[in-house]
């Protein structure tokens, strides 16, 4: 390691005379134990070794990481706790990893370490939690803007390695500000955001693992296209070859008919074909890397062709002809289904889905709500208005013990009883509907959020106040008014539905005062 730094701060000393100027004095070992002990594990041996070398750059420096700085542990203490107080947000699915199944699918994880920054919220990182088949003490990015995360290294050694060689190999570019400041980029085309270039890199650098796409040759394939898919690809890409490397691509309201191109793009995690005229989806069968689909307001019936697709977790087919869900039996890590305005009727094919957490339907009567309610692995569920169905139908609501949100739109109902043996449900969401009873929700004993909008007929409200746990209603003004004062604890109304004259706004600031202070 002290070597790679080195030879990195001689091979730079004619363009980049400040970076050996800009390295702190190697850390204490007293200091890395003392920030060992609060993040709650040791630090790796290469990066502990890094450390130990030299504890980071001083603030202006031109940057070690092609302009991204290596950071003090203290900084780097400094921007952990900051994703650590937003650790409640680490969610997967619309987050990527490349290659897959190497990096957590997550917004944050507290074994990433920031060992750089871009000031705009996004790092280079040591990966200590990797997924299945990721190395731990990879290189990744992470933060606000990175949705696709990318395994950049194996280890902080080859990324070391990595800049040498391309400083060796002359493939980079300086850049002097007016006040004399000196950055780097990689690359000859300017000052080019490091983390923007690895979207075009073979990755992980030293040891790339290469594309998917199954053309041989490119021109020829994208030459034997059709004029319509040669632009499509040229605007949505840019290129042939970054279409084929394309991790997201949306095509939306395009009167797509043929999809057979997408067959190749065998690295996509992302696609979008909302409001098209596909009737066959045979192409995708080949996307063995996709795991958000959208197929909104599309002819397509068959379902069939993504029956190979094990990493699909999110599928929204609303509007679709759909009327059969069973080959979607076989998707392991299936997740979220939107079938809504479809004329689907069995929902049982999807019990065996132990990943599945959430579904959106419209209109069930009572036959597609007793197969809905199979699926006991169920934790969040939307429905949009009901079909023919008696107050007994709802019972059976009570076999979906796991959930934990609900969500009802635009749905009249004498009361809220068909949900008492839901003692998990943790958030309610009611819109555009009405119910003549709502008391039954104060029986709920985890039940901390509710939301009412568009709800102005909603009777036996003030009854919620014998509940021991809600701690956030969302209402209009006129159910705030009623409510505020009926709860023997402060209850959150910081977001009220509707409009507000400017007496009713000098109401509830200064109810929202009194409970703050």
């Not at 040591?126 to 990721?134: V, Y």
């Amino acid at each position: 390691m002290k070597q790679l730094l080195q030879e990195i701060i001689e091979l730079l000393q004619g363009d980049l005379p400040r970076l050996a100027a800009s390295f702190n004095p190697p850390a204490t070992e007293e200091a890395l134990r003392k920030a060992e002990a609060e993040l709650g594990f040791d630090l790796p041996a290469e990066l502990r070794e890094l450390y130990l070398i030299h504890n980071g750059e001083k603030d202006g420096g031109p940057g070690l990481f092609f302009g991204l700085p290596f950071l003090s542990f203290e900084d780097m203490l400094a921007e952990w706790r900051i994703w650590i107080d937003l650790e409640q947000y680490a969610m997967g699915m619309e987050h990527h990893s490349v290659p897959a199944d190497w990096i957590k699918e997550q917004y944050i994880n507290r074994y990433w370490l920031p060992i750089s920054k871009d000031w705009g919220g996004n790092h280079l990182g040591i990966d200590l939690d990797p997924a299945d088949k990721g190395l731990k003490g990879q290189v990744i990015n992470f933060g606000r803007d990175e949705e696709v995360k990318y395994v950049i290294a194996l280890r902080v050694s080859q990324l070391l390695q990595f800049i040498r060689d391309t400083v060796k190999e002359g493939n980079y570019s300086v850049h002097r500000e007016e006040d004399d400041y000196i950055s780097w980029s990689f690359g000859k085309d300017g000052a080019v955001h490091f983390l923007d270039v690895i979207r075009r890199m073979a990755l992980p650098v030293l040891e790339p693992i290469g594309q998917a796409s199954g053309v041989q040759d490119v021109n020829v394939w994208f030459d034997g296209l059709d004029n319509g898919w040669k632009e499509r690809i040229m605007e949505a890409s840019g290129s042939p070859e970054e279409f084929l490397r394309a991790k997201q691509l949306r095509f939306i309201r395009q009167g797509l008919t043929d999809i057979t191109p997408l067959g190749q793009c065998r690295d996509v995690r992302e696609l979008v074909l909302s409001v098209n005229e596909i009737r066959s989806i045979e192409a995708l069968s080949g996307c063995k890397q996709l795991k958000i689909l959208y197929l909104v307001k599309n002819p397509v019936s068959d379902l069939r062709p993504l029956q190979s697709l094990e990493h699909l977790q999110k599928l929204i087919i609303s509007g679709t002809a759909v009327t059969d869900v069973s080959p979607l039996r076989s998707l392991p890590k299936l997740k979220v289904v939107d079938v809504q305005n479809t004329q689907i009727r069995d929902f049982t094919p999807l019990k065996s889905i132990k990943s599945l957490r959430a579904l959106e339907i419209s209109g069930p009567d009572a036959e597609q709500l007793r197969s809905i309610a199979e699926l006991h692995q169920l934790k969040e569920l939307t429905i949009s208005g009901f079909g023919e169905i008696t107050e007994g139908d709802l019972a059976v609501f009570g076999k979906l013990v796991n959930l934990r949100k609900l969500e009802l739109e635009g749905v009249a109902l004498p009361n809220m009883q068909f949900v008492e043996k839901c003692q998990k449900l943790h958030e309610l969401t009611m819109k555009d509907s009405a119910v003549e009873d709502i008391s039954a929700l104060a029986k709920l004993e985890n039940l901390q959020s509710l939301e009412l909008s568009g709800c102005p007929d909603v009777g036996m409200l003030k009854e919620l106040a014998r509940s021991a746990s809600l701690s956030k209603i969302t209402a209009s003004f006129p159910q705030f008014a009623l409510l505020k004062d009926c709860f023997d604890r402060a209850i959150d109304f910081s977001a009220i539905t509707g409009g507000m004259t400017e007496e009713e706004q000098d109401i509830w600031h200064e109810y929202l005062d009194r409970v703050r202070g």
